[in-house]
């Protein structure tokens, strides 16, 4: 019962149209996954006329940067109802979903939508995080590429490091204006929570409190 007392959470999430509002399912797929994505669209197209929950007020309030100019207060929250596209949100509610049930039977939904905000609010604002993050995306092609070149080993190691270097710097000057979108980090604070919960019930197992390390 208490994972139903975290279903306005879903709400919210689904309330907000995604920024790219092209299809996520394909018209050959199964003619029921097409429905509910058309039912969703409808939803939204409503959200967007009635609630003004349009793609510029989202992009404008809602998502979150640290631009001066475009930063809120409330940013570092709201941002993780927002996402980049209708598969964005599929596989973060999806996540989410998974993730939350043995956290709500152990500890509740509140405490359990506790630790969803919190990694999202702590990623948000954790500024050597997300640097790291735009360098991995901008290094990794430009990596796989050297690797493909017939370079000595020496001077492949020169350049892998030197593309590294320039990859950290572009990432430290983009930083302040990347906009960030989704619950992904709200649902890896849970992805934690549940192993604590998994390695908890095996030393249990292990000590002889309880006959099965998988029960629920």
């Not at 599929?90 to 919190?118: D, K, V």
């Not at 017939?150 to 906009?179: C, D, I, K, N, Q």
Request: proline share 6%.
């Amino acid at each position: 019962m208490a994972f139903f007392t975290a279903l306005p959470v879903f709400g919210l999430i689904f309330a907000v149209p995604p920024i790219d509002r092209r299809r996520a399912i394909h018209p050959a797929s199964m003619p029921i996954l097409v429905e509910l994505e058309d039912l969703l669209r409808q939803f939204h197209n409503w959200t967007e006329s009635s609630l003004g929950l349009t793609k510029g007020f989202a992009e404008l309030h809602l998502v979150y940067t640290e631009s001066g100019s475009l930063k809120a207060w409330w940013q570092p929250l709201s941002y993780m109802f927002v996402h980049g596209s209708y598969m964005h949100l599929y596989q973060n509610l999806i996540s989410l979903a998974s993730s939350l049930i043995r956290p709500c039977q152990e500890f509740g939904a509140f405490t359990s939508l506790g630790a969803f905000f919190t990694g999202g609010i702590v990623a948000a604002l954790n500024s050597s995080s997300k640097e790291s993050q735009i360098t991995r995306n901008v290094q990794a092609p430009i990596s796989n590429l050297i690797r493909k070149l017939p370079l000595p080993g020496t001077l492949h190691e020169w350049v892998e490091g030197a593309t590294g270097s320039a990859s950290a710097g572009y990432a430290r000057a983009v930083r302040p204006f990347v906009r960030y979108v989704g619950c992904s980090a709200g649902v890896t604070s849970l992805a934690g929570v549940n192993l604590g919960i998994s390695l908890e019930t095996l030393l249990r197992c292990l000590q002889g409190e309880t006959q099965n390390p998988f029960a629920l």
